[in-house]
């Protein structure tokens, strides 16, 4: 497997990832101001599973350009 399939196939997850943090936050805020105290730890999560995902979508972009 090339270095772009193998970059494809873990920005799936990644994806998945980053699509089950937003729903964690999007649920959290409509129970608000039910666990009110999880909204930095949750959030966290989002930020991260994002940061991520674009940092690996710059990643493929680069390998596909070269």
């Given at each position: 497997?090339s270095?772009?399939?193998s970059?494809?196939?873990?920005?799936?997850?990644l994806?998945?990832?980053?699509?089950?943090?937003k729903m964690?936050?999007?649920d959290?805020?409509?129970?608000l101001?039910?666990n009110?105290?999880?909204?930095?730890?949750?959030?966290?999560?989002?930020?991260?599973a994002?940061?991520?995902?674009?940092?690996?979508?710059?990643e493929?972009?680069q390998l596909?350009?070269a």
């Open positions: 497997m270095d772009i399939d970059l494809k196939a873990e920005l799936k997850k994806s998945a990832r980053a699509v089950k943090a964690d936050l999007h959290l805020s409509e129970d101001p039910v009110w105290q999880q909204i930095p730890e949750v959030a966290a999560r989002a930020l991260d994002f940061s991520t995902l674009e940092a690996k979508r710059a493929l972009k596909e350009t």
